[in-house]
């Protein structure tokens, strides 16, 4: 099965620069698109924005466009977040997802990492 693993959280002032990677390992990976969501203290799980696999195109929301970006490298299965100019509303707990796509809703055969904390100070 494919397994998700999450790296480069960490704690940044408001204002700074993080790069979470997820890494995909085991069976061939075959998912349409990855993604992130993020879960903030106290509130729901929320979608930040995906990665088609194929042609690398992207979709993020409204609350990070023009601060966040979503890379991948296909050679080493790894998908990335660069997060620029973090605010404290950026602070959550951030999960990668693997599986279907249709529309900005991940379906079928979904994989989740355990998550990664950024942390955001004034």
């Known amino acids: 099965q494919v397994q998700l693993a999450e790296s480069g959280g960490g704690l940044v002032q408001t204002g700074g620069s993080l790069r979470l990677a997820c890494e995909v390992s085991?069976?061939?990976?075959?998912?349409?698109?990855m993604g992130w969501f993020r879960q903030r203290p106290g509130k729901i799980r929320e979608f930040v924005g995906y990665?088609?696999?194929?042609?690398?195109?992207?979709y993020l929301t409204n609350d990070v466009k023009g601060r966040f970006t979503i890379a991948r490298d296909i050679t080493k299965n790894t998908m990335f977040l660069q997060m620029n100019d973090l605010q404290l509303q950026d602070t959550a707990v951030y999960y990668c997802?693997?599986?279907?796509?249709?529309?900005?809703?991940?379906?079928?055969?979904?994989?989740w990492g355990r998550g990664t904390q950024v942390t955001v100070s004034a």
């Open positions: 085991g069976r061939t990976f075959s998912s349409d698109a």
């Open positions: 990665i088609k696999w194929a042609d690398g195109s992207t």
């Open positions: 997802v693997a599986g279907g796509l249709s529309g900005s809703a991940f379906y079928g055969d979904v994989t």
